[in-house]
């Protein structure tokens, strides 16, 4: 088409001047040089007219280009990439930017001589001069260029090396050639692209159209010369501005690879920001929250954790999903899978609460709003201990809601079917309870220094220790995974025919030990500290002090002593082999405790109550100091 307009012209401007065909050899190099500068001025109107008039089409195709770079906001961190804009306008020469074959060159002298040449490197990396020759300027920055152009050009300016009458000599870029780099992997324009040569990893991506919402941010391979130069993790430049890949430039022949992402996790609720995060390595659910921009100030300490069993570990399509609660910060131990959901529950409210018991996952108080569902709930619950238990629920769901005069109770029986079509009450009682002809599935029980301690289904014949006290939420300061016991159920089959269930305790097990139906985990506590808890002064851990023995008056002391209101009395150590023992009277601060034991001092609710007990223990102390002290001073 443009040839024809092209050769349309030339005819008309031939014809209107009267010149033949024939004629043009006998034209001079000005005569043919304006009839070319008419040509390309018509051409120009004639192309401008046509725009004008495809307008409409020219929108659509932009809006259609725009379309394109739309992106899902579910996912964070892929809108950084869509620009509209050219960035690289206003961007100074970079000092280390080296020129090649196809850029151009501007070249201005003044002094002697006043002259201002564009110039284009040759495929070669030459540029030619007149009476000097073909110079290689390839290779080099622009200063390096430019004091190699001043050499040569001195054999024909002498004065440029004259300090007295100098000419001068700078040398500019131009117009640039864009370079071409290798996109692989997930991107919009995988292949080849031409990029602007002072581009960055980051930048290099937007001109390609960015990542897809398959490819990982965090895991982004920098390949020259067959081999990666650098990993970027794009994640610490879109939270904080800081990244070290700026300092990388792009050349030409590079190759940026874009792999899928391994483990992305979503979180909402009570959070600043709630998208999907891609994670990676070890990163735990305080990592999650820093990305996410913080917790909101209505935030609780509690989540709910939606972890995703993998597909080699499923027992079956039920239960690929498991339910848990989480405590922060104390979650760094907690697993989280590909795919999981991360759910922040707001500041508990008991104006606008809702409470369910039974068999779910984590029963207790939870927040409900104008049009709550129960299955909503049941959600927020962790869903049921065992997956294969909804099956078998039919009517067993039970709502007690009071009446308007508080006297009676309405009951509803609710299917689970139907859980999400029946909305919640402030202070609805729901109950879910377990159908007799139900057969429970393998599980196992852990307890002790745990930071969940429950019963957990076993999820396949693969689950190992390590697995399973980080879906209990870790352990605790006070625990010990090297002081872990399992308690083994055997079952056999006396000669009447009767079942006979016998236990085996198991100590000193590694981590990757294997899981069965019907193990109780225990974790032991620290042996060498002692906790104090309750109404003293520093509670917390301390160590135990070894000799002649240390005393639970030690102990409190070392904790910071009593707190004011202090039920003295009813204070109880709870041992580590969880037997509990109360304090006597009067000799119950002289109670020996031992590594491992547990400490805990009541307050007094009524603190206007005064407490003889504790008052009389604290005058038979005090006189026997005092008696004390007389012998100590008769002696002397």
Same mark, same amino acid.
């Given at each position: 088409?443009?040839?024809?307009?092209?050769?349309?012209?030339?005819?008309?401007?031939?014809?209107?001047?009267?010149?033949?065909?024939?004629?043009?050899?006998?034209?001079?190099?000005?005569?043919?040089?304006?009839?070319?500068?008419?040509?390309?001025?018509?051409?120009?109107?004639?192309?401008?007219?046509?725009?004008?008039?495809?307008?409409?089409?020219?929108?659509?195709?932009?809006?259609?280009?725009?379309?394109?770079?739309?992106? !899902?906001?579910?996912?964070?961190?892929?809108?950084?990439?869509?620009?509209?804009?050219?960035?690289?306008?206003?961007?100074?020469?970079?000092?280390?930017?080296?020129?090649?074959?196809?850029?151009?060159?501007?070249?201005?002298?003044?002094?002697?001589?006043?002259?201002?040449?564009?110039?284009?490197?040759?495929?070669? =990396?030459?540029?030619?001069?007149?009476?000097? =020759?073909?110079?290689?300027?390839?290779?080099?920055?622009?200063?390096?260029?430019?004091?190699?152009?001043?050499?040569?050009?001195?054999?024909?300016?002498? /004065?440029?090396?004259?300090?007295?009458?100098?000419?001068?000599?700078?040398?500019?870029?131009?117009?640039?050639?864009?370079?071409?780099?290798?996109?692989?992997?997930?991107?919009?324009?995988?292949?080849?692209?031409?990029?602007?040569?002072?581009?960055?990893?980051?930048?290099?991506?937007?001109?390609?159209?960015?990542?897809?919402?398959?490819?990982?941010?965090?895991?982004?391979?920098?390949?020259?010369?067959?081999?990666?130069?650098?990993?970027?993790?794009?994640?610490?430049?879109?939270?904080?501005?800081?990244?070290?890949?700026?300092?990388?430039?792009?050349?030409?022949?590079?190759?940026?690879?874009?792999?899928?992402?391994?483990?992305?996790?979503?979180?909402?609720?009570?959070?600043?920001?709630?998208?999907?995060?891609?994670?990676?390595?070890?990163?735990?659910?305080?990592?999650?929250?820093?990305?996410?921009?913080?917790?909101?100030?209505?935030?609780?300490?509690?989540?709910?954790?939606?972890?995703?069993?993998?597909?080699?570990?499923?027992?079956?399509?039920?239960?690929?999903?498991?339910?848990?609660?989480?405590?922060?910060?104390?979650?760094?131990?907690?697993?989280?899978?590909?795919?999981?959901?991360?759910?922040?529950?707001?500041?508990?409210?008991?104006?606008?609460?809702?409470?369910?018991?039974?068999?779910?996952?984590?029963?207790?108080?939870?927040?409900?709003?104008?049009?709550?569902?129960?299955?909503?709930?049941? !959600?927020?619950?962790?869903?049921?201990?065992?997956?294969?238990?909804?099956?078998?629920?039919?009517?067993?769901?039970?709502?007690?809601?009071?009446?308007?005069?508080?006297?009676?109770?309405?009951?509803?029986?609710?299917?689970?079917?139907?859980?999400?079509?029946?909305?919640?009450?402030?202070?609805?009682?729901?109950?879910?309870?377990?159908?007799?002809?139900?057969?429970?599935?393998?599980?196992?029980?852990?307890?002790?220094?745990?930071?969940?301690?429950?019963?957990?289904?076993?999820?396949?014949?693969?689950? /190992?220790?390590?697995?399973?006290?980080?879906?209990?939420? =870790?352990?605790?300061?006070?625990?010990?995974?090297?002081?872990?016991?399992?308690?083994?159920?055997?079952?056999?089959?006396?000669? !009447?025919?009767?079942?006979?269930?016998?236990?085996?305790?198991?100590?000193?097990?590694?981590?990757?030990?294997?899981?069965?139906?019907?193990?109780?985990?225990?974790?032991?506590?620290?042996?060498?500290?002692?906790?104090?808890?309750?109404?003293?002064?520093?509670?917390?851990?301390?160590?135990?002090?070894?000799?002649?023995?240390?005393?639970?008056?030690?102990?409190?002391?070392?904790?910071?002593?009593?707190?004011?209101?202090?039920?003295?009395?009813?204070?109880?150590?709870?041992?580590?082999?969880?037997?509990?023992?109360?304090?006597?009277?009067?000799?119950?601060?002289?109670?020996?405790?031992?590594?491992?034991?547990?400490?805990?001092?009541?307050?007094?609710?009524?603190?206007?109550?005064?407490?003889?007990?504790?008052?009389?223990?604290?005058?038979?102390?005090?006189?026997?100091?005092?008696?004390?002290?007389?012998?100590?001073?008769?002696?002397?």
């Amino acid at each position: 088409m443009q040839r024809f307009i092209y050769f349309f012209f030339l005819v008309n401007i031939l014809w209107s001047q009267q010149i033949s065909v024939s004629d043009l050899k006998n034209l001079s190099n000005n005569e043919l040089d304006q009839i070319k500068e008419e040509l390309q001025s018509k051409n120009k109107q004639v192309v401008q007219s046509d725009l004008i008039e495809n307008q409409d089409a020219i929108d659509v195709v932009q809006i259609e280009s725009k379309q394109v770079k739309v992106v !899902d906001n579910e996912y964070f961190g892929y809108n950084y990439f869509v620009q509209d804009i050219n960035f690289f306008d206003n961007i100074p020469t970079p000092s280390d930017f080296k020129l090649g074959p196809g850029d151009e060159v501007i070249i201005s002298l003044w002094g002697e001589t006043n002259q201002r040449n564009k110039y284009i490197i040759d495929r070669n =990396g030459m540029i030619f001069f007149e009476n000097i =020759g073909f110079v290689n300027v390839s290779n080099k920055t622009i200063k390096e260029a430019e004091t190699l152009l001043v050499d040569k050009l001195s054999k024909i300016y002498s /004065t440029l090396k004259d300090k007295n009458n100098p000419t001068s000599l700078m040398l500019e870029l131009g117009k640039i050639k864009s370079i071409n780099v290798y996109f692989t992997g997930q991107v919009m324009k995988p292949g080849i692209n031409l990029i602007h040569p002072f581009s960055d990893v980051f930048s290099a991506l937007v001109q390609a159209g960015g990542v897809d919402n398959s490819g990982s941010l965090r895991n982004v391979n920098l390949i020259r010369n067959g081999e990666v130069i650098e990993v970027i993790d794009f994640y610490s430049f879109f939270t904080s501005g800081l990244s070290e890949f700026q300092k990388i430039r792009i050349i030409d022949g590079d190759v940026i690879h874009i792999p899928i992402v391994e483990k992305r996790v979503s979180v909402k609720g009570e959070i600043q920001r709630p998208k999907q995060y891609e994670l990676i390595h070890s990163e735990s659910i305080l990592d999650l929250i820093d990305y996410a921009g913080g917790l909101t100030s209505t935030a609780s300490n509690k989540a709910i954790l939606n972890n995703i069993i993998p597909m080699d570990k499923r027992i079956s399509e039920d239960s690929a999903k498991f339910g848990s609660i989480v405590y922060l910060p104390l979650s760094n131990d907690v697993l989280i899978n590909n795919g999981a959901e991360v759910n922040i529950l707001p500041i508990a409210n008991n104006d606008f609460n809702v409470t369910i018991y039974g068999r779910v996952t984590l029963p207790g108080e939870y927040p409900i709003f104008n049009t709550t569902s129960l299955k909503q709930v049941l !959600d927020l619950a962790g869903g049921f201990e065992d997956p294969i238990f909804r099956k078998s629920i039919n009517d067993n769901i039970v709502i007690l809601r009071q009446d308007e005069n508080q006297f009676d109770a309405q009951e509803f029986n609710i299917n689970y079917e139907d859980a999400d079509k029946f909305n919640l009450k402030v202070n609805d009682k729901i109950f879910v309870y377990e159908d007799v002809n139900y057969r429970n599935s393998f599980s196992y029980a852990i307890k002790g220094e745990i930071n969940i301690p429950g019963t957990y289904p076993l999820r396949g014949a693969l689950t /190992t220790l390590d697995e399973a006290i980080k879906i209990a939420g =870790g352990v605790t300061q006070m625990g010990s995974i090297n002081s872990v016991s399992v308690t083994k159920k055997l079952v056999s089959i006396d000669l !009447d025919g009767n079942e006979i269930i016998e236990e085996e305790l198991v100590k000193n097990i590694s981590l990757d030990f294997q899981i069965a139906d019907g193990n109780t985990i225990t974790i032991l506590p620290k042996t060498n500290v002692i906790k104090v808890d309750g109404n003293v002064y520093n509670p917390g851990f301390i160590a135990h002090q070894s000799g002649r023995g240390m005393t639970l008056a030690n102990a409190v002391e070392l904790a910071g002593g009593y707190k004011p209101y202090s039920i003295k009395k009813n204070t109880y150590v709870i041992r580590a082999n969880g037997e509990i023992e109360q304090v006597n009277l009067f000799r119950g601060r002289a109670k020996r405790v031992f590594p491992g034991d547990s400490i805990f001092v009541p307050v007094n609710p009524n603190p206007d109550e005064f407490d003889i007990t504790s008052f009389i223990a604290d005058l038979s102390s005090t006189l026997a100091n005092i008696a004390a002290i007389l012998v100590i001073a008769d002696n002397n």
